[in-house]
């Protein structure tokens, strides 16, 4: 069993800057891949970034480039570093994890924090 607890969300002004943190109970946190999702009101759960438990990263093409999603295996944590925010970044914001490697499919997840809000104001 895995817990998930993200922490960093809250209202930022356009052209911002947020970090998200999700911290992971368990002792085998580094063996496995992490995610970033998110979802709008009214819109599915949308892929945002994943880290593979050697670092390997795939990133959605929406924020490539403004988004950075890295992990500390010492600290059980994964970040998701948010730069130059829009307001269509608004969202919850949801952690993951699964065994295995990269994926952009949430239905492939096994575990999931209870999500951090992240308002972006024009």
């Known amino acids: 069993q895995v817990q998930l607890v993200e922490s960093g969300g809250g209202l930022v002004q356009a052209g911002g800057s947020l970090r998200l943190s999700c911290a992971a109970s368990?002792?085998?946190?580094?063996?496995?891949?992490m995610g970033w999702f998110r979802q709008a009101p009214g819109k599915e759960r949308e892929f945002v970034a994943t880290?593979?438990?050697?670092?390997?990263?795939y990133t959605a093409d929406s924020v490539k480039g403004r988004f950075t999603i890295s992990r500390d295996n010492a600290k059980n944590t994964v970040y998701l570093q948010m730069n130059s925010l829009k307001p269509e970044d608004t969202a919850i914001y949801y952690c993951?994890?699964?065994?295995?490697?990269?994926?952009?499919?949430?239905?492939?997840?096994?575990?999931w924090g209870q999500g951090t809000q992240v308002t972006v104001s024009s």
């Open positions: 993951s994890s699964r065994r295995g490697g990269l994926s952009s499919a949430y239905a492939n997840y096994d575990y």
């Open positions: 880290i593979s438990w050697s670092g390997g990263i």
């Open positions: 368990g002792r085998t946190f580094s063996s496995y891949t």
